[in-house]
């Protein structure tokens, strides 16, 4: 998959995830990139990064939509620049069968420009939690806001 600007990489991630093809995901990143994902699991290759997609997208993700929302990008010369770009996520299974309720992440992207267009050498999933300044580790793990206190 070719992609020709890095304004255009957020939809080329979300059709990569669109056709349940965790490989297809893959393709976007080059040999040796890194991806950390919501929960911190850190796949540190093209291979690691496709497995994990791919068993995701055949399992919990299935029936999800992934939609690009804002995008903003810096480029860092002609041939590298950052993508963040915040997803809107429905359609994820739970545990128990259910639909889980949507989410929203941000997405950040590190690409550099090679003879087959944009890919990623690094990328980094993060959850928003409305209204939440950081997570705490108490009895149980959860987003809390100290501006309550």
């Known amino acids: 998959m070719t992609v020709a600007t890095p304004e255009d ?11 349940r093809d ?23 290759n093209r291979t690691a990064i496709s497995k994990a997609h791919d068993y995701a997208l055949k399992s919990f993700f299935a029936d999800s939509t ?8 810096r480029t860092l010369g002609p041939d590298h620049a950052v993508v963040h770009c915040r997803f809107h996520l429905s ?11 949507d989410r929203s992440t941000i997405l950040i992207f590190v690409l550099q420009k090679g003879p087959g267009g944009w890919q990623a050498v690094a990328a980094q999933n993060t ?7 950081t997570h705490l580790n108490a009895d149980t793990f959860s987003a809390v806001d100290y501006r309550d206190t």
Do not use: C, M, Y
């Open 9 to 19: 990489f957020p939809k080329a991630f979300a059709d990569a995830w669109h056709s």
């Open 91 to 101: 359609g994820q299974s739970a545990p128990d069968g259910s639909i889980a309720g």
């Open 66 to 73: 992934l939609k690009p929302g804002v995008v903003t990008t």
């Open 22 to 44: 965790g490989h297809r995901i893959g393709a976007l990143f080059s040999d040796d990139a890194d991806f950390v994902n919501v929960t911190g699991l850190w796949w540190r």
């Open 127 to 133: 959850d928003v939690v409305p209204g939440k300044e």
